[in-house]
């Protein structure tokens, strides 16, 4: 299993796709909800949607079991499938769509990552509305059940991973490129 359980510091540039604000909304032993919210200027809501579904084009490979981001699909409809292929009859199926409103809701239901393993569920939604000349995506995921310790203890770092997926989109349909741009030695 790659290593899902290794958060990475994404959130630092934000600079790209304008305001973007993370919480974690609550967390107890037996569940957490986390919502992320980025700004994109002069992106209008169906460009966003149609980029959710190239996830391949945006998500993180160092947040799939693969390695590969080429390797995930996401069918934006309902029952349609985010989906990981490993090879030839081996994959991962991340979750299933329970709703789907072209350019303004997609909701997944699925474990992500580690929590596939345990006894919980989790609903990730993507919300778009047009806001000041282009787009808000806010994105939430609720995780419920029982896992290996207090699900409270795994919010954080499945926080830091999410909230650094929406910023790749946000980057993506923003300048083209999910990546952040890279830091100059300061000088002193």
Same mark, same amino acid.
């Given at each position: 299993?790659?290593?899902?359980?290794?958060?990475?510091?994404?959130?630092?540039?934000?600079?790209?796709?304008?305001?973007?604000?993370?919480?974690?909304?609550?967390?107890?032993?037996?569940?957490?909800?986390?919502?992320?919210?980025?700004?994109?200027?002069?992106?209008?809501?169906?460009?966003?949607?149609?980029?959710?579904?190239?996830?391949?084009?945006?998500?993180?490979?160092?947040?799939?079991?693969?390695?590969?981001?080429?390797?995930?699909?996401?069918?934006?409809?309902?029952? %349609?499938?985010?989906?990981?292929?490993?090879?030839?009859?081996? %994959?991962?199926?991340?979750?299933?769509?329970?709703?789907?409103?072209?350019?303004?809701?997609?909701?997944?239901?699925?474990?992500?990552?580690?929590?596939?393993?345990?006894?919980?569920?989790?609903?990730?939604?993507?919300?778009?509305?047009?806001?000041?000349?282009?787009?808000?995506?806010?994105?939430?995921?609720?995780?419920? %059940?029982?896992?290996?310790?207090?699900?409270?203890?795994?919010?954080?770092?499945?926080?830091?991973?999410? %909230?650094?997926?929406?910023?790749?989109?946000?980057?993506?349909?923003?300048?083209?490129?999910?990546?952040?741009?890279?830091?100059?030695?300061?000088?002193?």
């Amino acid at each position: 299993m790659r290593a899902c359980l290794i958060a990475t510091a994404v959130l630092g540039a934000l600079s790209a796709t304008g305001v973007a604000r993370a919480e974690i909304v609550s967390a107890g032993p037996s569940g957490f909800n986390l919502r992320h919210t980025a700004e994109t200027p002069n992106v209008a809501p169906p460009v966003i949607w149609a980029a959710l579904a190239d996830v391949a084009k945006w998500w993180d490979p160092e947040h799939t079991y693969s390695g590969d981001a080429r390797n995930l699909s996401l069918e934006p409809y309902v029952r %349609g499938c985010f989906c990981e292929k490993l090879s030839l009859y081996a %994959g991962i199926e991340h979750g299933t769509v329970v709703y789907a409103q072209p350019a303004k809701t997609l909701r997944v239901n699925g474990a992500l990552g580690p929590l596939q393993e345990f006894g919980v569920n989790g609903v990730m939604t993507w919300q778009i509305e047009s806001a000041a000349g282009g787009s808000r995506i806010t994105f939430t995921y609720n995780v419920g %059940g029982f896992a290996d310790r207090p699900l409270a203890d795994w919010a954080p770092i499945v926080d830091e991973v999410l %909230g650094g997926q929406l910023q790749r989109l946000a980057r993506y349909v923003t300048n083209g490129n999910p990546e952040a741009p890279k830091q100059e030695p300061s000088k002193q």
